[in-house]
């Protein structure tokens, strides 16, 4: 979930929360919670990090509410729009996530839009706990000249556009107009993005793909990828098990210079260090050699360029749509503090032709008002899960107030590193329980849900709540069996709203 406000297309519609069935169980349960106050949870953002920190709060305290927001009227967050359609091994944690949601003490709100619909002073009067979970949805920049040309795209971007995140339906990126694409990043969305340029399109066919993005791959003309990085094949940021992926796909040759695979004693060490470094170092030398003695000029090609970094966007013949890049070779250093080894400029340039390129240098969080926030580290400031009143030394604990997940540590890490980053985050939040620090005497006890429901329906927000993205993901799977896929997504707003109102 995040800051934006909501697009004037959006039709908003009023749904209703389904009533709660409660089985003996659940009534046992809740009888025992009822000998403590309950304790109103709001977690903002549905993703990994939002259902993991729900399920640990719901399990590790007696009474809690749990009450989870987000600005989309579909939840799962990275797992329906981030995670690629060519691993649907990774989105089966949906299932676990649609167990906690079942809860009887928990709820859904979709399409509610934190600064918009409601603010954070108001979560914090209507809530004991907000946790902020809305993960990132912005993109960093290189901040050089040529980046506003048309076909230059970042990858989030590319890979909301693909997975019919409805605020991309309609990127409508260009493929048709060159051979030749250029991916800036060498971690595992850099390779996901390749992966799905260069994969055989009746593979994708039978996943769940937005219907548009496969019929644009279809009409691709692209046939060479280029993944650029600033530093060397030791310091590739993708793991060694994305990395054998892509080596591995069919009719596609893969270009790695030998000068490239050349290692420096530093080199060795960190590779000494680090297994997971080893690995990918040994994959990338070992398609070298490969790729060398099977070079079909029928395949596509993938080509590791290591050691450049862009200086700067070319425009095409047209002067508004990118047609090279400028790249300085780079040299690696120590940087005389961390010891790690940075990439320095040559001074030496060079330009690669190409029709489209895809920036895959970092997702950014957004700030919201009333909440500190680190610009440069794109971050929450916190201790532990508990969000400071500033970054400064003699910063205070914000009472009540958490944060979990990519705005807590910054974009990295995979959906299981959700859990652990959660479990930190509650466990401050039960320790902070235990301490008596949301028991107030004198003051007003919090609404919670009730609270939540008038608000939104002061305003006039119509929320989604999770029998709503119930009947979409029915329509969408029933589509999906029609065409041999595990669904069919539904990509645009109105029709989102109006799915979840039907039946």
């Not at 920190?53 to 797992?79: N, Q, S």
């Not at 981030?82 to 089966?92: L, S």
């Not at 099977?294 to 590791?304: A, P």
């Amino acid at each position: 979930m995040g800051r934006r406000l909501l697009l004037p297309h959006t039709r908003r519609l009023m749904l209703f929360l389904r009533p709660m069935r409660y089985s003996a169980s659940a009534t046992a349960t809740a009888t025992a919670g009822s000998l403590r106050d309950p304790l109103h949870v709001c977690v903002v953002g549905s993703g990994p990090a939002g259902f993991y920190t729900a399920e640990k709060m719901l399990k590790g305290r007696e009474g809690v509410r749990v009450d989870i927001i987000d600005r989309l009227p579909t939840p799962f967050g990275l797992v329906r729009s981030g995670v690629a359609p060519d691993h649907p091994e990774t989105k089966i944690v949906v299932n676990q996530f649609s167990r906690v949601a079942a809860n009887p003490r928990c709820s859904f709100f979709g399409n509610v839009t934190l600064g918009s619909d409601l603010s954070l002073s108001e979560l914090r009067k209507t809530y004991d706990v907000v946790v902020l979970a809305y993960g990132a949805e912005s993109d960093r920049s290189f901040g050089i000249p040529g980046e506003d040309l048309r076909g230059i795209h970042s990858a989030r971007e590319f890979v909301w556009w693909y997975n019919g995140h409805p605020d991309m339906c309609n990127l409508a990126p260009d493929l048709t107009n060159t051979d030749s694409a250029v991916v800036l990043g060498q971690g595992n969305v850099a390779l996901d993005v390749a992966r799905i340029l260069l994969r055989c399109t009746t593979e994708l066919a039978s996943t769940d793909i937005a219907d548009y993005a496969l019929d644009a791959l279809r009409s691709s003309t692209i046939r060479k990828v280029y993944l650029v990085g600033r530093r060397g094949p030791v310091q590739a940021a993708c793991t060694a098990k994305e990395l054998r992926e892509i080596l591995g796909l069919k009719n596609v040759n893969v270009y790695i210079k030998e000068a490239d695979l050349a290692t420096s004693p530093a080199d060795k060490e960190e590779m000494r260090n680090s297994r997971i470094k080893r690995r990918v170092y040994e994959l990338l030398s070992k398609a070298a050699t490969v790729h060398q003695e099977n070079n079909d000029n029928d395949r596509k090609e993938l080509h590791f360029v290591f050691f450049r970094k862009p200086t700067k966007f070319l425009p095409s013949e047209d002067g508004s749509t990118v047609g090279a890049m400028e790249l300085e070779k780079t040299l690696l250093k120590d940087d005389g503090a961390t010891g790690k080894q940075v990439a320095v400029g040559t001074g030496e340039f060079e330009e690669l032709k190409c029709g489209i390129v895809l920036k895959s240098i970092g997702y950014k969080s957004l700030p919201i008002e009333g909440l500190s926030f680190d610009k440069y580290r794109g971050v929450v400031p916190n201790l532990r899960g508990r969000v400071l009143s500033s970054e400064s030394e003699t910063a205070t604990v914000e009472p009540g107030l958490y944060v979990v997940g990519w705005l807590k540590r910054g974009p990295t890490g995979i959906v299981a590193t959700n859990l652990h980053c959660a479990e930190e985050t509650v466990d401050s939040i039960l320790e902070d329980d235990r301490k008596g620090l949301f028991t107030d005497p004198s003051g007003p006890k919090r609404q919670g849900r009730r609270g939540l429901l008038e608000i939104l329906e002061q305003k006039n927000a119509r929320y989604v709540p999770f029998d709503g993205w119930e009947k979409i993901d029915t329509k969408e799977k029933a589509d999906g069996e029609l065409k041999n896929k595990p669904r069919e997504k539904i990509t645009r707003w109105n029709e989102l709203l109006e799915a979840a109102r039907e039946g």
